[in-house]
């Protein structure tokens, strides 16, 4: 018996071989529940320009959902734009009408276009960055609100940033993006809670992805250093000594969508390895 056994959870941005959304969906299902998975699965210019690369392959998509599948659950892979309202409802609609309502909702997908000198920031990768990074969640969570409503319980996690607790210069449109996540976090906790529903988010330190590792260039570039010299400044900050890995943030979103922590709500819970001053 696992803890999520007759779960169906959603796991957005969930469709590159080593990007976060993809651990959470197996280690969800390894919880026992059916995880849908999505991802934008087309190419998007405005977002490739953050430099980062997408999860825009529906095959890279449809190997997380078989992956699922290879656990013994129950997987759908749905290609859907988060920053867009009426994709993320028809994809919402398919994929109860496949799995059933969705108990769990993981707001993973994410961008890190616009980061950059404040003033060098346009108007588009503003816009870019709020419609992916807060929209995005607030999108899925109107999609799933109703059936977790009518079900009387749910859990929406979301995969904030420690930049959504604090900032660092040069971090553009990202800082004030991921501090809306946790604001969001916040005031969902508080006004579904007495529908059963709990919200709390998980706030990442460096974690070796695709964009972490972007991230690392960027670094080095920065303080004119080689990128081991840059990840070596990286791990001066973090007294555990290393960075993180996709796993330590599946973990951690586990244990919030286990009714073990059914008192936690609103929590924004730091996955940073003691990542000191301010990220707290
Ligand atoms: N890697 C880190 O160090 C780190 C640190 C803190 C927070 N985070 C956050 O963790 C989450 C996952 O990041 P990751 O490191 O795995 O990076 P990633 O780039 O591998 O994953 C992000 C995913 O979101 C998807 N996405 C982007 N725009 C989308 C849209 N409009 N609709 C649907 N999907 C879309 C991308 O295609 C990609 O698959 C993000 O929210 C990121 O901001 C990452």
Same mark, same amino acid.
């Given at each position: 018996?696992?803890?999520?056994?007759?779960?169906?959870?959603?796991?957005?941005?969930?469709?590159?071989?080593?990007?976060?959304?993809?651990?959470?969906?197996?280690?969800?299902?390894?919880?026992?529940?059916?995880?849908?998975?999505?991802?934008?699965?087309?190419?998007?210019?405005?977002?490739?320009?953050?430099?980062?690369?997408?999860?825009?392959?529906?095959?890279?998509?449809?190997?997380?959902?078989?992956?699922?599948?290879?656990?013994?659950?129950?997987?759908?892979?749905?290609?859907?734009?988060?920053?867009?309202?009426?994709?993320?409802?028809?994809?919402?609609?398919?994929?109860?009408?496949?799995?059933?309502?969705?108990?769990?909702?993981?707001?993973?997908?994410?961008?890190?276009?616009?980061?950059?000198?404040?003033?060098?920031?346009?108007?588009?990768?503003?816009?870019?960055?709020?419609? %992916?990074?807060?929209?995005?969640? %607030?999108?899925?969570?109107?999609?799933?609100?109703?059936?977790?409503?009518?079900?009387?319980?749910?859990?929406?996690?979301?995969?904030?940033?420690?930049?959504?607790?604090?900032?660092?210069?040069?971090?553009?449109?990202?800082?004030?993006?991921?501090?809306? %996540?946790?604001?969001?976090?916040?005031?969902?906790?508080?006004?579904?809670?007495?529908?059963?529903?709990?919200?709390?988010?998980?706030?990442?330190?460096?974690?070796?992805?695709?964009?972490?590792?972007?991230?690392?260039?960027?670094?080095?570039?920065?303080?004119? %250093?080689?990128?081991?010299?840059?990840?070596?400044?990286?791990?001066?900050?973090?007294?555990?000594?290393?960075?993180?890995?996709?796993?330590?943030?599946?973990?951690?979103?586990?244990?919030?969508?286990?009714?073990?922590?059914?008192?936690?709500?609103?929590?924004?819970?730091?996955?940073?390895?003691?990542?000191?001053?301010?990220?707290?």
């Amino acid at each position: 018996m696992g803890a999520l056994d007759d779960q169906v959870a959603l796991v957005t941005g969930a469709g590159r071989a080593h990007g976060i959304g993809r651990a959470v969906a197996l280690r969800l299902a390894s919880a026992g529940a059916d995880v849908a998975v999505c991802d934008i699965a087309r190419p998007v210019p405005e977002l490739e320009a953050a430099g980062v690369g997408l999860g825009d392959d529906p095959a890279e998509l449809e190997q997380t959902a078989e992956l699922v599948r290879r656990l013994g659950r129950r997987s759908v892979a749905i290609a859907m734009d988060v920053s867009n309202r009426a994709s993320a409802d028809e994809g919402v609609a398919a994929l109860t009408e496949s799995l059933g309502g969705v108990g769990v909702l993981v707001n993973n997908a994410g961008s890190a276009v616009g980061v950059a000198p404040f003033e060098q920031i346009s108007d588009t990768e503003w816009e870019t960055s709020w419609r %992916v990074n807060v929209l995005g969640a %607030v999108n899925l969570s109107r999609a799933v609100l109703p059936g977790m409503k009518e079900a009387g319980r749910g859990t929406i996690i979301n995969i904030a940033s420690t930049l959504g607790v604090a900032a660092l210069a040069e971090y553009g449109a990202y800082v004030p993006a991921k501090h809306a %996540v946790v604001g969001l976090t916040r005031l969902l906790a508080q006004e579904l809670a007495p529908f059963g529903i709990r919200t709390n988010a998980v706030a990442p330190g460096y974690i070796v992805t695709d964009m972490g590792k972007a991230e690392q260039a960027k670094i080095a570039t920065a303080m004119s %250093v080689s990128v081991s010299d840059a990840v070596d400044a990286i791990l001066d900050e973090i007294p555990v000594g290393r960075l993180g890995a996709p796993d330590d943030v599946a973990n951690a979103v586990a244990w919030l969508a286990d009714p073990a922590s059914s008192f936690v709500n609103g929590a924004i819970l730091p996955v940073h390895g003691g990542q000191t001053p301010g990220f707290a």
